[in-house]
Antibody
C-alpha cells in the first residue's frame, strides 16, 4: 500500500525551529518529486516546497524561502522539512504529498502534522 | 505568480443535482491544472489532473474542462459523499498556487 506518514509537529515559540519528517512506503521513493503543503486553521491549501526525486532541485514559496529547507534521504525513503525562524503565521497542518511521476498533480498525501507557533 | 480565483465560494445543492465549479486563472497556461477534494479532518484527494484527466479510482461523475483561462469541475449528479471543499491548483510555473476553494454544501 502506498503511504506517507508525517511526524515532528508540535508547539514551538516564535523564532524557534522544528524538523518535520515524512516516511514513505509502498512505492519507489526516488522516482518521485515530493512536496510540502500547509493549511492554516480554517483556511485553504498553501504550497510550501518541492524537491526533485534525486534531491538536486528544490523550490520554495516566497513566504518560507531562507527559513525552511526541504531535503530527502532516498536510502531511508524519508522526506524532511527543516523549519527555522518560525513565525506565528507558520501555524498550520503540514502535509507531505507525492507528485505524479510526470510532475503533475499531487496524487498521494499524508495525514498531516500540526505545527503551532505561539508564545 | 499565477492567481487562481474560484467561484462561487459556497454552492448549496441537493443530492442528485449537477454541480459546476469554476476556477479562473490570472494568465493563460494551457491545461496544467489539477482539482482536489477535501473533507473535514482529511487530507486532500486528487480528482482531476491536466484539466480533464480523472485520477485513478475517481468516479465518472467527476469531469473537468478548460476554455482559455477558465477551468471547470463538473459533478454530474451529487452523491452524499461529494459534499466537501474543492480546490484547483496550477502546476505550470513556480510558485505552485491553489485557488481559495469552493465549499459544496447540502441544501
Amino acid at each position: 500500500e502506498v503511504q506517507l506518514l508525517e511526524s515532528g509537529g508540535g508547539l514551538e515559540q516564535p523564532g524557534g525551529s522544528l524538523r518535520l519528517s515524512c516516511a514513505a512506503s509502498g512505492f519507489t521513493f526516488n522516482n518521485y518529486a515530493m512536496n510540502w503543503v500547509r493549511q492554516a486553521p480554517g483556511k485553504g491549501l498553501d504550497w510550501v516546497s518541492t524537491i526533485s526525486g534525486d534531491g538536486i532541485n528544490t523550490f520554495y514559496a516566497d513566504s518560507v524561502k531562507g527559513r525552511f529547507t526541504i531535503s530527502r534521504d532516498n536510502s531511508k525513503n524519508t522526506l524532511y522539512m527543516e523549519m527555522d525562524s518560525l513565525r506565528v503565521e507558520d501555524t498550520a497542518v503540514y502535509y507531505c504529498a507525492r507528485r505524479t511521476i510526470s510532475w503533475g498533480g499531487f496524487d498521494v498525501w499524508g495525514q498531516g502534522t500540526l505545527v503551532t507557533v505561539s508564545s | 505568480e499565477i492567481v487562481l480565483t474560484q467561484s462561487p465560494a459556497t454552492l448549496s445543492l441537493s443530492p442528485g443535482d449537477r454541480a459546476t465549479l469554476s476556477c479562473r486563472a490570472s494568465q493563460n497556461f494551457g491545461s496544467h491544472l489539477a482539482w482536489y477534494q477535501q473533507k473535514p479532518g482529511q487530507a486532500p484527494r486528487l480528482l482531476i489532473d491536466d484539466a480533464s484527466n480523472r485520477a485513478t479510482g475517481i468516479p465518472a461523475r467527476f469531469s473537468g474542462s478548460v476554455s482559455g483561462t477558465d477551468f471547470t469541475l463538473t459533478i454530474s449528479s451529487l452523491e452524499p459523499e461529494d459534499f466537501a471543499v474543492y480546490y484547483c491548483q496550477q502546476r505550470n510555473s513556480w510558485p505552485l498556487t491553489f485557488g481559495g476553494g469552493t465549499k459544496v454544501e447540502m441544501k
